[in-house]
């Protein structure tokens, strides 16, 4: 049923869809999955994409710009877990940030 709403361009299925490649170990086809689902709205999907360029691997290269830049855009956009992390992050260093 899931593969249907992935097929539909269904943002949330499609996330889910990364967020299980990710929990295999598959980061590069999950990026591909997160990605298409934050390029259609989906903001748990732009935190998961934070995460992977926060840790890179497995075809992602780590890039802590974008890391910071998706995990803003979700803490903005009201993802809760974006929203704790980025003011930790704020609250260890107030000049720069430190994963």
Known sequence: ????RV????P?????V???HCVRGEFG???EYLTKAVDLGDVNARYNLSL???NGGGGVEKDEKKALYH???AAI????EARFRLEFLMGRKEDSIEW
């Open 52 to 54: 992977l360029y926060q």
């Open 12 to 16: 949330v299925a499609i996330a889910q």
């Open 77 to 80: 956009a009201g993802q809760p």
């Open 29 to 31: 086809t999950a990026f």
């Open 18 to 20: 990364g967020r299980e």
């Open 71 to 73: 995990l803003e855009e």
């Open 1 to 4: 049923m899931i593969l249907k």
């Open 7 to 10: 097929e539909a361009n269904d």
